[in-house]
């Protein structure tokens, strides 16, 4: 079976799992639908009764009277298949609208379960591009469906029935030309499929490159970019072309391959129903039934090609997150993980080693004991381990050997939500949601009061610039936090984890981003925030760490060193000496 086979059948069984949960709509949709066929197909007997009457009979009162009975039955007819159609549209758009609603939420969920790793690696644009088709497709789904199959399928058994029962070589011949048309249009749609899911591929990488490039537009333009960015856009749209022009192609033969069959079985029948006449085995209203049920069979087939078409190109688009949603998550809570419960917060890496998969060794046999409250710093060169340390003890990443232990807890077995509960995170570009200062402050404490996020900011030394704005706290900061400054951008940060108040705090270079006076007011408020609580920071800047419990001094993925500030400064040849010289000599004046 075909990737795309498979994935079309998860995708499929995602939406069937959707609609289920709504049972008597489904009920009253089939039902209703299969009904107001069924009313069409009977409708035109009557027109055969009509016109049979009509062309045999003088007229008379008698036959005035059948003609109009007829008329009212059909009238009722038509008035039960207008209120079955209300009943069902009315099903219809319920099922919609709750049913788009509902599948939005389990993809949500199905895409944020993945690791931060599997979103380091994908494109936003994207990414979202895939979600809005999946949600969109099954809507679409069900319109082919409802529209579509169930119609088909009813229409062409009741006629080929009743033209079988009229006329065994008619039902005989409108039967094997539907077997030959669907047939052939299984063939196409299936030699169409590859050809869409490359249109598809080509559209999403489309979809990703104007995402990046629009996300990183200054860059793009400060750094004459623009031309580069331009031709690697038109490249990538060149593939799209040709793969749209294959199937756009490929669409015109098969419609031209139905436009022939469907000529050649409305020539053919009629030539027929001529000879039937002639030999007087056919009525003026058979050949009215004829014709309507030509039409008829031609409205509800005629399209078809185009809707296998459009359900392959929907599944297409639809499956490219279905993979994303059967996807194995990297990194997931182990069967009967329990939360994470922390009352001092000592922190022990026991032999901790971790690679990329194919990768060269990130971190090689760390051990560090990190004692309740103490204040550590991780420093090093580039590419020495101290990011991948912190990504491991928030189990961004699963470690390839060894433990971290947590107040005696493998955090291995303990549930993510509660390890990420117990700390607080200072980055060193802390991105910000496009909401209020009030809503992205209290991001880390959703409960908290008014009062208690005012209190934060205060104490991050943000209150005043926030004041400053027309809205205050309720001022949006722009996607990213791009109106605001880095320095106050960090501080809204720092405020976020005073309100967090968790017992362990990870700073990585807080303060990187503020300038020498917004540094000298935060340094208190960093001074309160780290009281009673175990530390670990990140930094580059020396002089921000010289007030440490302890320094740990990476280098290749192992500690070389570990001391206070004033014993490593003073180890002849060691790395930290090393670094802080450059820097005094460099930039500390």
Not at 455 to 466: G, L, M, P, V
């Amino acid at each position: 079976m075909s990737d795309f086979s498979k994935l079309s059948r998860y995708t499929l069984a995602i939406y069937w799992r959707q609609a289920a949960k709504y049972p008597w709509r489904v009920v009253v949709i089939v039902i209703s639908q299969i009904a107001v066929t069924i009313i069409g197909v009977i409708i035109p007997l009557y027109f055969k009764r009509f016109f049979d009457i009509l062309g045999t009979q003088p007229p008379a009162s008698e036959i005035v009277t059948a003609l109009l009975g007829i008329i009212w039955i059909m009238l009722v007819w038509q008035a039960g298949r207008w209120a079955l159609n209300i009943g069902f549209k009315i099903a219809l758009n319920k099922l919609y609208v709750d049913g788009a609603v509902e599948l939005s939420q389990a993809v949500f969920t199905g895409v944020h379960r993945h690791s931060f790793d599997f979103f380091n690696n994908t494109f936003v644009g994207s990414l979202v591009k895939r979600v809005m088709f999946f949600i969109g497709t099954f809507e679409r789904v069900v319109q082919t469906i409802v529209f579509d199959f169930i119609p088909i399928t009813i229409n062409s058994l009741l006629i080929i029935v009743i033209l079988w029962r009229q006329q065994a070589t008619l039902g005989a011949g409108i039967l094997i030309w539907l077997i030959v048309f669907l047939i052939i249009n299984v063939i196409f749609s299936r030699a169409k499929a590859p050809i869409d899911a490359r249109r598809s591929e080509a559209g999403s990488r489309i979809s990703a490159r104007l995402a990046d490039t629009i996300t990183n537009h200054a860059t793009v333009k400060l750094f004459n970019g623009f031309e580069r960015e331009r031709e690697a856009t038109y490249r990538v749209g060149d593939e799209h072309r040709r793969w749209k022009w294959k199937s756009r192609m490929l669409q015109l033969a098969f419609d031209t391959t139905q436009g022939a069959l469907a000529v050649g079985l409305e020539i053919g029948i009629l030539v027929f129903a001529v000879q039937l006449w002639r030999a007087g085995a056919l009525s003026i209203g058979g050949f009215f039934l004829i014709h309507a049920y030509l039409v008829s069979i031609f409205n509800h087939v005629w399209g078809f090609g185009n809707v296998i078409r459009d359900l392959y190109e929907n599944l297409i688009e639809a499956n490219e997150l279905t993979a994303i949603l059967r996807q194995p998550v990297d990194v997931r809570d182990r069967r009967g993980a329990k939360p994470l419960r922390v009352q001092s917060g000592g922190i022990d890496f026991q032999h901790v080693s971790f690679r990329y998969p194919q990768g060269k060794p990130i971190v090689a046999d760390l051990s560090l004991h990190i004692k309740p409250r103490e204040r550590v710093a991780l420093i090093g060169p580039s590419g020495a381990g101290k990011s991948t340390v912190v990504k491991l003890l928030l189990r961004m990443y699963d470690v390839t050997r060894g433990k971290i232990i947590i107040d005696r807890q493998n955090i291995a077995t303990v549930t993510r939500d509660s390890l990420w509960s117990q700390i607080s995170i200072v980055p060193q570009e802390p991105v910000l949601f496009h909401r209020s200062l009030l809503e992205n402050i209290r991001y880390g404490r959703p409960e908290a009061t008014d009062a208690e996020v005012i209190a934060a900011a205060q104490a991050a030394r943000c209150h005043d610039f926030i004041s400053g704005f027309v809205d205050g706290y309720n001022t949006f900061v722009g996607e990213r936090g791009v109106k605001l400054s880095g320095g106050e951008r960090q501080r809204v940060a720092i405020a976020r984890a005073i309100l967090r108040n968790a017992p362990i705090l990870i700073m990585d270079e807080a303060t990187s981003s503020l300038d020498s006076e917004s540094e000298l007011l935060i340094q208190e408020a960093l001074a309160e925030l780290m009281k009673q609580k175990t530390v670990i920071v990140i930094a580059h800047r020396l002089s921000t760490i010289r007030k440490m419990d302890r320094i740990v001094v990476l280098d290749g993925g192992r500690i070389v060193e570990i001391g206070n500030h004033q014993a490593l400064t003073t180890t002849a040849g060691g790395l930290y000496q090393k670094l802080w010289q450059l820097q005094v000599g460099g930039f500390i004046q």
